[in-house]
């Protein structure tokens, strides 16, 4: 007995004749016959009655017929888990972080849509821990993460930089600088910081320079998204350093301006695919995309 015997028998109980099962398995009906015939070999065992009309069900048949199914599914649940993408390449399944999701994901996903205008986006956001997770769970294709992450044991990621960003001061009018370039890391010391929650990657990029430079790092304001850090600095609460991919499009009409920040590496973002998992099509597309920005 073998997985594509159980196919065929379980096709042509549910369709009813070895023509439309082939049909439908995208056999040949000699193929599918020799399947069919191989099966009921190894069990000794009449799974059909061949009738003019189609193919019933023997006794026998109907009582294996369920276990047949069980060990179809128990098959397709242990590819899942071997790596295999559930979605094929009709589902696009990223995980991204706030930053590139607010306009270089968009934009990239414009352009991988154009060349595969069938295929459904699901995003799943979060911070880089929870989407390298999800990611060996098989539960997304792609996850796009702020910095380098530690690789998991095993080589079970391949990790790829795609982009690095410089770090901006987004500043309330209010707080005009002098200097219409940049401001260096001092300038902060004395200013209500707003900032991402603990926990995200960036926020804990910009702890790691704090402490590089020597300052302490008090969050004024603590939100969840970049798009609320710069509702809450327009409304003079606070300043805020941002990676400037999360504000491509620009701060035009904001109230907002925008400083480079001195001092400070460039942010990385990499990208993380399953070692040794084939991903879809569009994946790749989208991966190619970024990188070539």
Request: aromatic share 4%.
């Amino acid at each position: 007995m073998n997985a594509d015997q159980l196919r065929a028998f379980v096709a042509i109980a549910r369709m009813g004749t070895v023509g439309r099962a082939a049909e439908g398995l995208g056999r040949t009906q000699p193929s599918i016959s020799t399947r069919l015939s191989d099966l009921e070999s190894a069990w000794s065992t009449r799974l059909f009655h061949r009738r003019a009309r189609g193919m019933d069900l023997t006794p026998e048949g109907e009582r294996l017929l369920p276990m047949a199914v069980s060990a179809l599914a128990a098959l397709d649940e242990l590819d899942r888990v071997a790596g295999k993408p559930l979605a094929g390449g009709t589902t696009l399944r990223v995980g991204a972080g706030d930053a590139l999701g607010r306009s270089l994901l968009p934009a990239a996903l414009k352009k991988v849509l154009a060349r595969f205008p069938g295929v459904d986006v699901r995003i799943v956001e979060g911070a880089g821990k929870r989407l390298l997770d999800a990611l060996q769970r098989g539960e997304i294709d792609v996850a796009l993460v702020t910095g380098k992450p530690e690789a998991p044991a095993g080589g079970a990621l391949e990790l790829r930089l795609i982009l690095e960003s410089e770090v901006k001061v987004l500043i309330p009018h209010s707080l005009r600088p002098r200097g219409s370039i940049s401001v260096g890391m001092g300038w902060l010391a004395g200013e209500r910081l707003v900032t991402l929650h603990s926990g995200s990657s960036f926020r804990h990029f910009l702890e790691e320079q704090f402490s590089a430079a020597g300052m302490p790092f008090h969050p004024a304001v603590e939100v969840g998204s970049f798009s609320l850090v710069r509702r809450y600095v327009a409304a003079g609460l606070g300043v805020a350093p941002v990676p400037a991919v999360a504000f491509r499009s620009g701060l035009s009409g904001s109230g907002i301006l925008d400083r480079v920040l001195r001092g400070l590496p460039q942010v990385q973002y990499y990208s993380a695919v399953r070692s040794g998992v084939p991903i879809p099509a569009p994946a790749a597309a989208l991966l190619t995309t970024l990188e070539q920005r």
